[in-house]
């Protein structure tokens, strides 16, 4: 009997402790199964390692069709924020979590898009924090790169992060212990998937 994909994320979330270092047990059920693809092809797939060098460049976001019917969804729109809950190392994370990027307004592709590029999701606003690529520290380990997407709330006007918001801070030092759950309870936001990817930090000789 094949596994359920949208079941499958849980069991990747507990796999490598996303739960509960980042979200509790019992945080959600997931709904939506999207998969996160940057500009060289290079794709997230619940846990695969992938090289900082092709991360480099901010990513698109691809819902899968099984999410359909897609003329429900296409009313939804979403909250797409990703996380470094190892910073600086996972066995020291002080700066838990690393905020790189959150963006709103994340729209399903059109109902008669057909071809693979046309999959990719509509990003109908600018940034809040801009793509932060991964570099985490030489000799800190293992990383988990997490992307967490939320249903924005039901309204006539699109959903915006106010400004001055902290998720505006753009800077190194604005971005650390950031707190996911308690951004999406502050603005009525809903996590209805998740996604991850595994970086291994280089290894330099210490004196």
């Known amino acids: 009997m094949a596994t359920d994909p949208l079941s499958s994320i849980l069991s990747a979330l507990k796999r490598e402790q996303i739960i509960p270092d980042v979200l ?12 996160v693809v940057f500009p ?59 905020r790189h990027w959150v963006i709103t307004g994340i729209k399903s592709p059109a109902l008669t898009a057909n071809s693979a590029e046309a999959l990719n999701a509509l990003k109908t606003h600018p940034s809040t924090t801009p793509y932060r690529p991964p570099g985490p520290r030489p000799n800190s380990g293992l990383h988990r790169y997490i992307f967490l997407l939320f249903q924005e709330p039901a309204s006539a006007e699109p959903f915006v992060i106010p400004q001055g918001a902290p998720e505006y801070g753009a800077a190194l030092e604005e971005r650390r212990s950031w707190n996911p759950v308690a951004f999406a309870e502050k603005y009525g936001l809903k996590l209805v998937g998740a996604n991850y990817f595994l970086v291994n930090a280089p290894e330099v000789p210490q004196d």
């Not at 003329?71 to 996972?90: H, I, Q, V």
């Open 40 to 98: 060289n092809g290079a794709e997230v797939n619940l846990g695969n390692y992938m090289d900082v060098n092709e991360t480099q460049d901010e990513p698109e976001i691809r819902f899968a069709a099984l999410n359909g019917p897609w003329d429900d969804a296409g009313e939804a729109s979403y909250t797409l924020a990703m996380l470094d809950p190892d910073a600086p190392s996972r066995a020291d994370p002080i700066y838990r979590t690393f």
């Open 24 to 35: 509790p047990e019992s945080t959600f059920t997931p709904s939506v199964l999207f998969s």
